[in-house]
């Protein structure tokens, strides 16, 4: 079985620019999940889907993020326009009942 | 307010020597607790999870860790760390809706 994926695994980028992430979760699972780790900080929460609607959207930063996940399967993730504070890794997770599979995260640096 | 606590950012330790990784949650409610491992260039890894039953729960490398509710924390463990072992931990809870939260992580570094 495949497991979660994600594209691309690392991103530089220009201040002012606009990057979308993919995220590719194992076949089935209905729970779909982005987070962002900032340079030595805490794995923080970005939102849930279940299926192809936000359950929880809190924990994005600003508008300039946006996440869609159209029919319930893959996911993205578009910053615009980029920031510095923006840089980090971000991973993707999905589930079925409660247990986290995460993906290998895109590194993304913002210069 | 933070959810989950790794006091220590960095933990060196010589092969073989006993380790433990601290972690300390805060809830007033029921809480599931997980300790996920991402060894280098590899995404993160459930390592174990406490949901109910037993407090004391085990990995199958050797790594163990208790739930303690009294103290609100969940220590991970090993008697005998090996190099394979070098890596970043993350404790984390999850509450009600699904929602995990995550610690700052803790890099193990085995010293041969």
């Known amino acids: 079985e495949a497991g979660v994926t994600q594209f691309p695994s690392h991103s530089v980028i220009e201040k002012g620019q606009t990057v979308t992430l993919r995220c590719d979760p194992i076949?089935?699972?209905?729970?779909l999940y982005w987070y962002r780790r900032v340079m030595g900080k805490e794995i923080k929460f970005l939102l849930h889907?279940?299926?192809?609607?936000?359950?929880?959207e809190s924990g994005m930063p600003n508008n300039r993020f946006l996440a869609e996940r159209t029919g319930g399967t893959y996911s993205t993730l578009k910053v615009q326009p980029a920031e510095l504070e923006d840089s980090g890794v971000y991973f993707c997770a999905s589930s079925l009942t409660g247990q986290l599979y995460f993906g290998p995260g895109t590194r993304l640096t913002v210069t | 307010a933070q959810s989950v606590t790794q006091l220590d950012s960095q933990v060196p330790v010589f092969e073989e020597a006993p380790v433990e990784l601290r972690c300390n949650y805060s809830?007033?409610?029921?809480?599931?607790l997980f300790w996920y491992v991402q060894y280098p260039n590899q995404g993160l890894q459930l390592l174990l999870k406490y949901l109910s039953g037993s407090t004391l729960v085990e990995s199958i490398n050797g790594f163990e860790a208790e739930f303690n509710k009294s103290q609100t924390s969940f220590h991970l463990r090993k008697p005998s760390v090996h190099i394979s072992d070098t890596a970043e931990y993350f404790c984390a809870v999850r509450k009600t809706g699904n929602q995990f939260y995550f610690g700052t992580g803790t890099s193990l570094t085995v010293i041969p």
């Open positions: 076949s089935g699972h209905d729970n």
């Open positions: 809830s007033s409610v029921s809480v599931y």
């Open positions: 889907f279940v299926k192809e609607s936000k359950q929880d």
